[in-house]
């Protein structure tokens, strides 16, 4: 979606630092295993852990604005992290997203007499076949839009109050840099933030609102998951499992404190 003025200076240079994150080919076609894939079982803890109870801005922001009875659209909703914790209010759940195996264990975690639509796909290419709702949310997907600008606005004409957005201050992978340019040489960006974000939703005349916070959880629970994880991530054969997590400990890198997540909504007038 191109458009002129702010937004489209904003949305190109957005869409420019986030190619930045690419990964050169050479060490793609050398991976043993694809660094893309994510695995269901990080986010099936970490919403059954919310669904049990329910908490965090994203959770605050979007059950304030939705009314009784109320329905809610997340987009990238993976397992239901965002969505299912507002499920004792709303009546139905849309949820949006890529994979049919992150879909399928959202459905089987929505409580009775909540109506969910399962939509597979990308947004907003599917924006089209999407109900609108009463409140959008979009958790931990930014980061991997190119074009925010078409993105945020298919997703605020779906919403009837209030979008709200939740993701890390600065790119996920940022904390993975020490470790890239130790493995590879390479020199990886630190752009772009969650005000980049904020900025964009300004310039297409939202009325932005912020709070910071801690992660709701650790995203490694021990050094081994980490080290297992960041072999995938960084392109390596698992046997380096054991390298990584020495270096990993070297470069400070673990333990790790709570990453700073970024939580943005508005309403819509």
Excluded at 22 to 45: L, T
Excluded at 225 to 244: G, M, N, T
Aim: aromatic content about 6%; glycine content about 8%.
């Amino acid at each position: 979606m191109e458009i002129d003025g702010p937004s489209g200076r904003l949305g190109a240079r957005w869409q420019a630092e986030l190619a930045g994150w690419g990964i050169p080919q050479a060490i793609v076609d050398a991976a043993p295993r694809s660094p893309w894939g994510h695995r269901p079982d990080n986010f099936i803890r970490r919403t059954e852990g919310l669904v049990e109870a329910p908490s965090g801005p994203l959770y605050e922001r979007a059950r304030e604005a939705l009314p009784p009875g109320g329905s809610v659209l997340d987009v990238g909703a993976g397992t239901g992290a965002a969505c299912l914790p507002l499920a004792k209010e709303a009546a139905e759940i849309v949820a949006v997203d890529v994979s049919a195996v992150m879909l399928g264990e959202l459905a089987a975690r929505v409580p009775p007499g909540v109506g969910l639509v399962a939509v597979e796909g990308s947004w907003p290419e599917v924006a089209d076949r999407t109900p609108a709702a009463d409140v959008a949310v979009c958790s931990h997907v930014v980061y991997n839009v190119p074009d925010l600008v078409g993105f945020l606005t298919a997703l605020t004409g779906h919403a009837r109050r209030r979008v709200v957005l939740e993701l890390s201050e600065r790119h996920p992978m940022t904390w993975l840099n020490p470790l890239w340019e130790h493995f590879h040489g390479l020199d990886r960006p630190d752009s772009p933030t969650a005000e980049d974000v904020a900025e964009i939703a300004r310039s297409l005349g939202y009325r932005v609102r912020s709070a910071v916070s801690a992660a709701s959880d650790d995203h490694y629970h021990s050094l081994e998951e980490l080290a297992d994880r960041v072999c995938v991530r960084l392109c390596l054969p698992a046997d380096r499992a054991p390298e990584v997590a020495r270096v990993a400990r070297e470069l400070g890198i673990w333990p790790a404190p709570r990453a700073r997540w970024v939580t943005l909504w508005w309403d819509v007038l």
